[in-house]
């Protein structure tokens, strides 16, 4: 984070929904826009969503994985990068 002056993370929309055959499981999906000031004030703007799991333990629902995947990323007029950008599923396992 240290690139940033600063950065507002947005959550747009989402929806979860519990495991209908394991109630203690479930899924969502929750789309985001950031913007973001870089330090040398570069304007940027990101775009996309997060896929989510979640489990019920003792002390309520938490994420058992979180994954991002990026829609755009570039200056806010949209001439950067939409979708993910090359080299961005190099690192799965």
Known sequence: ????????QIALNGSAEVDPEDSSRAA?????SEHALTR????LL???HYDDE?????????FSSRRLTWRYQGPPDLT???GPPPGYWANED
Request: no cysteine.
């Open 80 to 82: 950067g990068t939409f």
């Open 28 to 32: 969502g999906r929750w789309y985001m």
């Open 54 to 62: 979640y489990v019920r333990s003792d002390q309520g629902w938490q």
């Open 46 to 48: 990101y775009l996309g």
């Open 40 to 43: 040398s004030g570069i304007a």
């Open 1 to 8: 984070m240290g690139l940033f002056e600063a950065v507002i």
